[in-house]
């Protein structure tokens, strides 16, 4: 089962024998996870503009490929925050983008690969967690960006031949998620056990 740190949810209990948090308690903890979940966002928003820095399109020719570094943003907030979460840091982080670097094509394309890459995580999460590793959830949620990418292309310019790039994407998506799973796993490793034991709870 993927594993986030309890602690890191903070939660008040209200008096002796009630349920009802301190209204003090419940404010505090909502402006923690405001602050945590900004940070993560810009975290994102860092490793999207050193990706957009590097001359990708001149080393791997295939249209829509990322490296996929702002992901790792995402998918910790997934996977040691919480779904809710992940998907405020990934929106908060493709308007931010968009904002800042693109305009509309750019926004639909990032909008649809967001998506999906979300919609894996969550699909994966739910059917496969205790079968797949975070290479795997890396490498999921990889696949899905590029496909929402080429959804995107379709619907934007109305032809499906954009699809002929899928194996040659399919095969970026095993090596650069896979690569970015690893990675991940070696962070959550150090931020849920303090170097101790694995990132997932196989119990």
Same mark, same amino acid.
């Given at each position: 089962?993927?594993?986030?740190?309890?602690?890191?949810?903070?939660?008040?209990?209200?008096?002796?024998?009630?349920?009802?948090?301190?209204?003090?308690?419940?404010? &505090?903890?909502? *402006?923690?996870?405001?602050?945590?979940?900004?940070?993560?966002?810009?975290?994102?928003?860092?490793?999207?503009?050193?990706?957009?820095?590097? !001359?990708?399109?001149?080393?791997? !020719?295939? !249209?829509? $490929?990322?490296?996929?570094?702002?992901?790792? +943003?995402?998918?910790?907030?997934?996977?040691?925050?919480?779904?809710?979460?992940?998907?405020?840091?990934?929106?908060?982080?493709?308007?931010?983008?968009? %904002?800042?670097?693109?305009?509309?094509?750019?926004?639909?394309?990032?909008?649809?690969?967001?998506?999906? /890459?979300?919609?894996?995580?969550?699909? @994966?999460? &739910? %059917?496969?967690? &205790?079968?797949?590793?975070?290479?795997?959830?890396?490498?999921?949620?990889?696949? @899905?960006?590029?496909?929402?990418?080429?959804?995107?292309?379709?619907?934007?310019? @109305?032809? =499906?031949?954009?699809?002929?790039?899928?194996? $040659?994407?399919?095969?970026?998506?095993?090596?650069? =998620?896979?690569? *970015?799973?690893?990675?991940?796993?070696?962070?959550?490793?150090? %931020?849920?056990?303090? =170097?101790? =034991?694995? +990132?997932?709870?196989? /119990?």
């Amino acid at each position: 089962m993927p594993l986030w740190d309890k602690n890191s949810r903070s939660r008040q209990s209200g008096r002796k024998g009630s349920d009802r948090p301190l209204p003090a308690g419940r404010y &505090r903890s909502s *402006g923690r996870r405001l602050c945590r979940d900004a940070m993560l966002a810009g975290v994102a928003l860092l490793l999207s503009y050193l990706e957009a820095l590097l !001359p990708l399109n001149a080393w791997i !020719p295939l !249209p829509g $490929f990322r490296l996929g570094w702002a992901n790792l +943003a995402v998918m910790l907030t997934f996977f040691l925050v919480g779904r809710v979460d992940a998907a405020a840091v990934s929106a908060l982080r493709v308007l931010a983008v968009n %904002l800042l670097f693109g305009g509309a094509t750019t926004l639909w394309f990032s909008v649809c690969g967001a998506i999906l /890459s979300y919609a894996a995580l969550w699909l @994966g999460e &739910r %059917l496969l967690h &205790r079968f797949c590793s975070m290479i795997g959830w890396g490498i999921l949620s990889a696949v @899905g960006h590029n496909i929402g990418q080429l959804m995107a292309a379709t619907l934007l310019f @109305g032809t =499906g031949a954009v699809w002929h790039y899928l194996p $040659f994407l399919l095969v970026a998506s095993v090596v650069f =998620g896979g690569a *970015g799973g690893w990675i991940l796993n070696g962070c959550l490793r150090r %931020l849920t056990h303090g =170097g101790r =034991g694995g +990132a997932t709870d196989e /119990s």
